[in-house]
């Protein structure tokens, strides 16, 4: 009989594997209901968690901690599993942590560093600026992935690895890609600049408009509901909704995330408005349900599996000495589907 892992747990509760991980760490950050039936059936099943964080009560383990920030993408589902499989197979333990949206990951870190013993630590999602007397504090490797960096002139000063697109000229690419179909009110619904990858993808939304000479009509860019996860399908559904209720003539919709984008297609819908006939809506990850959505949804597909792979090679390359740390920028890929067409002549 094949062994039990801590995916098949979370596939028999229905849950992710952050929140079977967070449910055997005793985590805070989950519902009771939740935890007590994911402990029955860890205990009808007979699993052993030896990649959790009571695994960290040995002397010699070894461990890396994943802090995960916007936890409802799909996109980070994704690598999560991906980083869990690398891990497993070079005899490493993990530690999951959802790190909530007003949360300073490095903070997080920190307190992780000192309760656990860990080998190293990646980032997912998050913010990429951070000042420098924070993560002097971290002791030991650690890698940004999915983030690009705020700055190069750190590196060098500063030792760490980092893995992502550059999402300012990806951002560029998808509203360069709507302009040529003859779009110019477009909204773009996103995080607000001084957070995550918002800054760097609005950036690359309005280079695209000013390379045109066009400037980005006023109120087009819609700042996410705080109190809402801020990548979540809801979020995408209440900002879209609000902006459409206010009235504003929109033709095209781009969202900064794929999940932002079906919960924008829904709003859209619910205003008696046809995608892509009326208004056409684009997102950004590549996602496997936007491929199966109605319609199929045009997106920026990121490399999910080789940025997965190398971010954690990378990380254990560093903490076994074989590599120096490395900053690496992967290429995103246009996916057109069938959430996009030519503006119609009125």
Do not use: W
Not at 148 to 154: L, Q
């Amino acid at each position: 009989m094949a062994e039990i892992t801590i995916k098949d747990i979370a596939k028999q509760c229905g849950v992710g594997i952050s929140t079977v991980s967070r449910a055997i760490n005793n985590h805070p950050d989950i519902n009771p209901g939740t935890r007590k039936r994911i402990m029955r059936v860890i205990e009808e099943t007979g699993f052993i968690p030896n990649n959790s964080a009571r695994n960290l009560k040995r002397t010699d383990a070894k461990c890396i901690a994943v802090l995960v920030k916007g936890i409802t993408n799909p996109f980070f589902s994704s690598m999560i599993q991906m980083i869990e499989e690398e891990t497993q197979q070079n005899r490493y333990a993990l530690v999951l942590r959802h790190v909530e949206a007003k949360e300073d990951e490095i903070d997080v870190a920190l307190e992780l560093e000192k309760e656990k013993r860990l080998s190293g630590i990646v980032f997912l999602g998050g913010r990429f600026t951070h000042p420098e007397e924070k993560l002097e504090k971290l002791k030991i490797p650690f890698i940004f992935s999915t983030i690009g960096i705020d700055s190069p002139e750190r590196i060098g000063r500063i030792k760490f690895s980092n893995i992502a697109v550059d999402d300012k000229l990806e951002s560029r690419k998808m509203t360069e890609y709507l302009l040529g179909l003859g779009h110019r009110r477009i909204a773009f619904v996103t995080e607000r600049p001084e957070e995550s990858v918002g800054r760097r993808r609005i950036e690359g939304y309005r280079e695209a408009f000013a390379k045109r000479g066009l400037t980005v009509p006023e109120g087009f860019i819609c700042y996410v509901q705080e109190e809402v996860e801020h990548f979540s399908m809801e979020n995408g559904y209440l900002t879209t909704k609000k902006l459409l209720e206010s009235g504003e003539d929109v033709t095209a919709i781009y969202a900064a995330s794929d999940t932002l984008a079906i919960g924008a297609c829904r709003a859209v819908l619910e205003a008696g408005k046809r995608i892509p006939e009326d208004i056409s809506v684009a997102g950004y990850d590549g996602i496997e349900l936007g491929e199966y959505y109605h319609p199929k949804l045009t997106t920026i597909k990121q490399p999910v599996e080789e940025m997965a792979k190398k971010t954690i090679r990378v990380l254990l390359d560093v903490i076994a000495g074989r590599e120096e740390h490395r900053q690496i920028v992967l290429p995103a890929k246009l996916v057109v589907r069938e959430s996009t067409a030519a503006i119609r002549e009125s």
